[in-house]
């Protein structure tokens, strides 16, 4: 299977006039340099387009396997990674992840906002995952083809936060807060 294109819906889309220079900033759970799980944001470096119809879009990555899973409700995966670099969609629910290492934790909420981060903490032991909700949390996982993160860079540690104005890059939270998933579109 292959993932072509994101169209972002217009909660994401704050004073955007024009697509230029607008990027997708997301959450990252990844292994940092002794193998430990650490909450990025990243940049990626491929701009947005318009769409053809309204809107913009981006050509993401290339994907392969999508896997469609269902958690049940108030359950906990345990200690674990992601067995390839990948996107986590939550579609509905909630995810609380955690760390054995720091003192991040990541709220993850399905549907309207944030429920799209990368997992690519595929070194070292991994990360904790709880799904708290009183229903199901659905998601989908969706690896890069070959492993292949898609080009982007780190604007710094933890969580991407939403900027309320619209027209300044996203900032990383600080290593020790409660911090929640927010794919955002900002400028270059």
Not at 71 to 90: D, T
Not at 95 to 105: G, L, M
Not at 134 to 153: C, K, M, N, T
Not at 157 to 171: F, H, M, P, T, W
Request: glycine content about 10%; proline content about 9%.
């Amino acid at each position: 299977m292959h993932l072509s294109l994101l169209t972002i819906p217009p909660f994401f889309l704050p004073c955007i006039a024009s697509t230029a220079n607008h990027y997708l900033t997301l959450t990252a759970v990844t292994s940092d340099s002794s193998s430990h799980a650490v909450l990025e944001c990243w940049r990626f470096l491929t701009p947005f387009s318009t769409y053809p119809t309204t809107g913009i879009s981006l050509p993401l990555a290339n994907t392969t396997n999508v896997t469609y899973v269902v958690l049940p409700p108030k359950s906990a995966e345990g200690l674990h990674k992601p067995p390839h670099p990948m996107f986590f969609v939550l579609l509905s629910g909630i995810a609380h992840v955690t760390f054995p290492f720091n003192d991040q934790e990541l709220w993850i909420h399905g549907g309207t906002e944030g429920g799209l981060i990368v997992a690519n903490d595929v070194e070292g032991i991994g990360h904790f995952t709880e799904y708290p909700g009183e229903e199901e949390s659905v998601a989908l996982q969706l690896p890069f083809r070959d492993g292949i993160v898609p080009v982007h860079e780190v604007m710094g540690r933890g969580a991407c936060l939403k900027n309320i104005q619209g027209d300044e890059s996203e900032r990383p939270g600080s290593a020790g807060e409660k911090q929640q998933a927010l794919g955002t579109v900002g400028r270059g």
